[in-house]
C-alpha cells in the first residue's frame, strides 16, 4: 500500500464532502402543518416563518405554538434525509464519520 496515494484519496473525499456540505448549508427547506410555513436552511438555522390565515383567536395561541414547532421539526427532519442522502457514499469509504 503506497501511504501518500491513501492520504490523497482521504483529500479528495474531504475536498468533496465539503462540497457537499456547501451544498446543503446553501439548501433551503421548509416544514409546514395548517397554516403554518417555516423555511430553514442547511445549517438549521430559521430562515422565516409564515402564518398563513389573518387572524387568530387568542384561544387558538397554544394550538399555533404546536403548529409551529411541528413545522419546524419537520423542516430540520428535511435537512437530515439530504444530508445523510449525500453524505452516504462516503460513509462507505469511511465509516463512522456520520
Not at 468533496?16 to 446543503?24: C, G, L, N, R, S
Not at 430540520?76 to 462507505?92: A, G, H, I, R, Y
Request: negative net charge; proline residues 1%; aromatic residues 4%.
Amino acid at each position: 500500500m503506497n501511504i501518500q496515494a491513501i492520504m490523497k484519496q482521504a483529500q479528495t473525499l474531504q475536498k468533496e464532502m465539503m462540497k457537499e456540505k456547501e451544498v446543503i448549508d446553501n439548501t433551503e427547506f421548509e416544514g409546514e402543518n395548517g397554516f403554518v410555513l417555516v423555511t430553514v436552511n442547511g445549517k438549521k438555522e430559521i430562515l422565516s416563518v409564515k402564518i398563513r390565515q389573518n387572524q387568530i383567536e387568542s384561544d387558538d395561541i397554544e394550538i399555533l405554538q404546536d403548529m409551529i414547532l411541528i413545522a419546524t421539526n419537520n423542516a430540520m427532519k428535511k435537512v437530515d434525509e439530504l444530508t445523510e442522502q449525500k453524505m452516504s457514499k462516503f460513509t462507505n469509504v469511511m465509516p463512522g464519520l456520520f
